[in-house]
């Protein structure tokens, strides 16, 4: 049986453990560019087998939320050297999450840019902006030939964060957001060879991924999944075609010897454990928003070898040193879900460490 605390090969990454720090995004970038607080946070999670930044915007249009970071501007690559530089001299590890926000958006967040997604259809619910909650905008529709401006906008941000220091990034294709949405049967309604068929919708974020994978190295590359999520109006609610369209995006990604794939979906799933096996190389798991991953529950994901690593959100958004503290069985900080999103360094760099 494989223990949490053993090392593992992630591509081109040794981690020392495997507990991943999953994709957290905490809207305090001031300007979409991360700052003194982001260094002081990611530095305290270095222990980490691997970090993974918060969702980052590839291009200004791609922004979602507030106060995003991305990986577009000369100031914000600037904030991210800083950020990788203190990781890496606690030695750590650093991927950058690459989050296209399609119609996840609205204009007051973006600086106007139009918002773009497969179809014109826009998402349930509504957008956090500077002036409060607004309807999300009905997105334009991306042309066939905008298509290749969407891949370069990835290739061009995976480019810039390694010459930020950054040792790698996570293609964001989950969750409801652009690449989701063009998976997925409830935001995809497009004729064109990006819609239609589960081989159709699953091009784009193939393309992405391959592209990505040719510019800075496949085993810096991993991407991310969550068949079946049905958030965000990203709706896959017919079991043989989520099961096809899924199986289409592996398919095409099997054979680039990426370093990782990571899957957000009950990992004891058939399903699941179908994709982790055509994938072939090093899976990593979470089960969603539900329940929060424990110790308990992700040796239990190694103990039935339902993966090779685990991606831990809250529990590492509140306990820097969580990898020491679930090996010593160290009590744990709490929590708090009020200063997640937004805010200062409260319930951000002010968690405890052990020798704090
Ligand atoms: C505050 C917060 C922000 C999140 N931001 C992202 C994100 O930017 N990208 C992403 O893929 N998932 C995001 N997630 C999902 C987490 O990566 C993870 O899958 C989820 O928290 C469940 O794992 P846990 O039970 O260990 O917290 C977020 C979750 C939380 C709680």
């Known amino acids: 049986m494989t223990d949490l605390f053993e090392p593992l090969t992630i591509g081109a990454w040794q981690a020392p453990n495997r507990l991943v720090m999953a994709p957290l995004t905490r809207n305090r970038a001031e300007g979409t560019v991360p700052g003194d607080l982001a260094v002081e946070y990611y530095a305290q999670r270095a222990s980490a087998g691997l970090v993974i930044t918060e969702g980052s915007q590839p291009s200004a249009r791609g922004q979602g939320y507030l106060n995003t970071p991305g990986f577009h501007s000369p100031e914000q690559l600037a904030g991210w050297r800083r950020v990788a530089d203190a990781v890496h001299a606690a030695d750590g590890r650093i991927v950058a999450q690459l989050m296209h926000a399609g119609r996840i958006s609205h204009p007051d967040n973006t600086g106007g840019q139009e918002i773009v997604a497969p179809s014109p259809l826009a998402a349930p ?5 500077a002036a409060g909650p607004k309807p999300y905008p009905v997105p334009r529709e991306l042309t066939t030939d905008e298509i290749p401006d969407v891949v370069e906008e990835f290739v061009t941000a995976a480019r810039n964060a390694v010459e930020a220091g950054l040792d790698g990034v996570e293609v964001h294709s989950a969750n409801g957001y652009l690449l989701h949405q063009f998976l997925a049967p409830g935001s995809n309604e497009r004729t064109d060879q990006y819609g239609g068929s589960p081989e159709n919708r699953a091009r784009l974020t193939i393309e992405v991924t391959k592209a990505v994978a040719e510019a800075i190295g496949a085993d810096r590359v991993g991407i991310r999944i969550s068949p079946a999520h049905n958030i965000q109006g990203a709706t896959e609610t017919d079991e043989a ?4 369209t899924y199986e289409a995006l592996v398919a095409g990604i099997a054979p680039l010897g990426l370093a990782y794939l990571s899957v957000l979906a009950d990992p004891s799933l058939d399903r699941t454990q179908r994709l982790r096996k055509e994938f072939g190389g090093v899976f990593i798991a979470n089960d969603g928003f539900g329940q929060v991953t424990t110790k308990e529950s992700a040796q239990a994901i190694l103990d039935d070898d339902l993966a090779d690593a685990v991606a831990v959100g809250r529990l590492f958004l509140a306990n820097p ?9 160290a009590e744990l900080n709490e929590p708090n879900p009020d200063t997640f999103y937004g805010g200062g360094a409260e319930g951000y760099t002010d968690y405890p460490a052990l020798d704090a």
Request: glycine share 6%; no cysteine.
């Open 125 to 129: 619910d509504e957008m956090f902006t």
């Open 241 to 244: 075609d989520t099961d096809a």
């Open 321 to 329: 040193d969580l990898p020491r503290r679930w090996q010593t069985g």
